[in-house]
């Protein structure tokens, strides 16, 4: 579009540049009209939602170390299969899971969520 300034695509885009777009589109604004308001492309703005909807943030990695393998909502998931049935074992819930993960994960989303052993321990007679 000669005449236009060039819109900047979703990599370029600031922190508080992301923090704006989902506030416009939480609060209900379509991505055609977000897009006209921060002068962005609106593929930029689709995939800075999407990161928001997938990750449940609008920042940038800067973890190092090993990629996770689950996403947020699959986190969620191992704590409320333990929460609704406190006799399901790490094993059953990693093969619900339907991702390669260690029994250590799951066992690290219990600690995380404050969720204890229901096995007491064994007491020396």
Avoid: Y
């Amino acid at each position: 579009m000669p005449g236009k300034r060039a819109r900047r695509h979703f990599s370029q885009l600031s922190e508080f540049e992301r923090g704006l777009i989902i506030r416009m589109k939480t609060a209900g604004g379509s991505t055609c009209c977000v897009a006209g308001q921060a002068d962005r492309l609106e593929c930029a703005i689709r995939n800075c939602w999407e990161q928001w909807i997938r990750e449940g943030t609008h920042t940038r990695k800067t973890r190092s170390g090993a990629t996770r393998k689950t996403m947020r909502r699959e986190d969620q998931r191992i704590v409320w299969q333990a929460l609704v049935d406190p006799t399901v074992t790490r094993s059953t819930i990693r093969a619900d899971v339907g991702i390669a993960i260690v029994l250590q994960t799951i066992s690290r989303h219990f600690a995380e969520a404050n969720l204890k052993s229901k096995r007491p321990f064994r007491a020396l007679p």
